[in-house]
């Protein structure tokens, strides 16, 4: 049988890997200063951008001139918010990114979708390193990580605590 001590070491470990996990979550800020608008490029964007399970999209736009609409991938090239999966106005659309695959997103609004707002997003989170998009120039990205190593290990003692 196992001693407290040794429980307590696999527990702090485990806790620990949870909390380095939500650690590295990265919140983007869709199309960063200029926000869900029309005339930003959402391909040159998400390029150089690695996004992984956890993370966070924020869409910022003015409610009464946009949406963030998700839809499939067909609706997505036909620029089709008819079968969304998810529909805001908003002005303030947050989207956690729950699992690996890609995800698309448009703005309903007629005409918009068409003149390129819209964004397809592909999540890594199967166990296989990430694909990364190389750049040919460095971009400015307004990124903000969602915890820190204080946060970490805030977690982690709150996790040996409840081991005790």
Aim: charged share 15%; aromatic share 8%; glycine share 12%.
């Amino acid at each position: 049988m196992p001693s407290t001590l040794a429980r307590v070491a696999v527990l702090f470990a485990a806790g620990f890997t949870a909390a380095a996990a939500l650690a590295s979550a990265t919140t983007f800020i869709v199309g960063d200063d200029q926000g869900w608008t029309i005339g930003v490029d959402y391909i040159a964007w998400v390029r150089g951008k690695t996004f992984k399970v956890g993370d966070k999209l924020v869409f910022d736009y003015p409610s009464a001139e946009h949406a963030v609409t998700e839809v499939g991938k067909n609706d997505y090239f036909a620029c089709a918010g008819g079968s969304a999966l998810s529909n805001d106005r908003s002005g303030s659309t947050n989207v956690t990114l729950t699992g690996p695959g890609t995800r698309y997103f448009i703005c309903n609004i007629p005409g918009h979708c068409t003149i390129g707002m819209r964004l397809a997003v592909t999540i890594a989170g199967d166990g296989s390193p990430p694909v990364v998009t190389p750049t040919a120039t460095a971009t400015g990205s307004r990124i903000r990580p969602r915890m820190g190593p204080v946060g970490v290990a805030a977690a982690a003692g709150a996790m040996i605590k409840l081991a005790l």
